[in-house]
T-cell receptor
């Protein structure tokens, strides 16, 4: 299997639930990202992990908690979300040390918070 | 206002027609990336431009970065239904101070191609 794989593809959760999104990359990259894509808004960078250390946290609410156990896996733990958190969550990877290395994206998880 | 402005926001063309999508910034761009997205799916990398005046082509898609590195255009020649989707530009808005890809994206251009 190649590329960036995200699971699940679709997720419906209540405001009191706890769930996790998973991302796995098979490209040998060492930087991983979470982006949020809401309707009629540009992609928003949420978190960046470079060499397994979090290097960016763009004022994301604490109800979103990322985890990067190794350079191939990235998780986004979700708890007590709000309906406005409904969006497409995209994971991406790239090669750290090469600023012009393009981001490779997964197909995303469509999250609906009820 | 957004850091990267794309125009038009949506575009409907007849198959076989040429079209252009623009991406404009008020700041110098340190690397400009074009992506294509099918609705509800991930982004597919198309091309990257770095140098002012640079132009790249892939099949029927050509992208250019102007000399001042503040605007890029994506041109599709003889459009086909397979070109339909959302086109997004992404750019490194900093001065190259990070070694990872911290990209800011435009809001996207929705392209519909009628057969």
């Amino acid at each position: 299997e190649t590329g960036v794989t995200q699971t699940p593809r679709h997720l419906v959760m209540g405001m009191t639930n706890k769930k996790s999104l998973k991302c796995e990359q098979h490209l040998g990259h060492n930087a991983m990202y979470w982006y949020k894509q809401s309707a009629k808004k540009p992609l928003e960078l949420m978190f960046v992990y470079s060499l397994e250390e979090r290097v960016e946290n763009n004022s994301v609410p604490s109800r979103f908690s990322p985890e990067c156990p190794n350079s191939s896996h990235l998780f986004l733990h979700l708890h007590t979300l709000q309906p406005e958190d409904s969006a497409l969550y995209l994971c991406a990877s790239s090669q750290e040390g090469f600023p012009n290395s393009p981001l490779h994206f997964g197909n995303g998880t469509r999250l609906t918070v009820t | 206002s957004q850091e990267l402005e794309q125009s038009p926001q949506s575009l409907i063309v007849q198959e076989g027609k040429n079209l252009t999508i623009n991406c404009t910034s008020s700041k110098t761009l340190y690397g400009l990336y074009w992506y294509k997205q099918k609705y509800g799916e991930g982004l597919i990398f198309l091309m990257m431009l770095q140098k002012g005046g640079e132009e790249k082509s892939h099949e029927k898609i050509t992208a250019k970065l102007d000399e001042k590195k503040q605007q890029s255009s994506l041109h599709i020649t003889a459009s086909q239904p397979s070109h339909a989707g959302i086109y997004l530009c992404g750019a490194d808005m900093g001065a190259g101070g990070t070694s990872y890809g911290k990209l800011t994206f435009g809001q996207g251009t929705i392209l519909t191609v009628h057969p």
